[in-house]
């Protein structure tokens, strides 16, 4: 997976759930995607925050793990302070905010680097233990897609693998499995149901970055609400009757 700004609670799912969990960072950074914003939950609404780059390359040579945030501008000051006026009265708001504020006192040479700090530091706190890796330090052969994660797996022996839903739309493209199924690689797909769980405000929103669920629930049991969402995972033969040859009736 590619290493996301404050992911949802999903994302931390999918860590939780495999053996190996592998950055996909040294490829291509898509301009306002989950790898540069992301949501928090403030007066009962969404507020979106957005990390500057550093705009130094051709969009094309822009990688996750080679483009910077901006440092001339104080966007972490004012992610910050936009966390702690939305939380602020949050049960958990003294244990968690000193932790977050943490993560971004530090400098990170590359928007994968400070992101993956933001994961890594979460999962610890939570108790997740899986197995981390980096995708740009792998010995691996190059490719596209499917045929980039496929080779992943083979650099790291993997039998197995657990894709996000999102990515069915590539490689399920061509052929059912894509590449995966080509090689012998057992595809699944995750699946998740989004857990409810004490929250500020009126109405529940999901789908937004895990600080929501850490401020009201507290590092203790959040890692509980978090497996509490978990679902079978679908064997691609199946997500496609359901979710791709199933839509086209």
Sequence with gaps: ?????????????????????????DVQLVQRSWQVRNKIKSNDQELMLTIPLTKDKNREDMLINNTSYHRLENWKERHLKAIKHSY???????EVYPFIQDLYLNDHPSIAQFNMNIITNICERLGITTN????SNLDKKDGKKDVLLANICETLQAD?????????????EYSPGGEFARRGIELYYHMYHHPTYTQLGY???????IYDLLFNE???????IIRSGNVP???YLDYRKIYIEGSKI
Aim: without cysteine; charged residues 15%.
């Design 218 to 224: 507290g590092f203790q049991h959040s890692l509980k």
């Design 132 to 135: 981390i890796m980096i995708s």
């Design 1 to 25: 997976m590619q290493p996301t700004y404050m992911p949802w609670i999903g994302y931390f799912s999918m860590i939780d759930k495999v053996d190996t969990f592998v950055f996909l960072d």
């Design 233 to 235: 995972d679908l064997h």
């Design 203 to 209: 109405t529940f929103i999901p789908y937004i970055g």
């Design 88 to 94: 602020a009265k949050a049960k958990h708001f003294d």
């Design 160 to 172: 197995r693998y657990l894709s996000a839903q999102g990515s069915a739309q590539y490689i399920e």
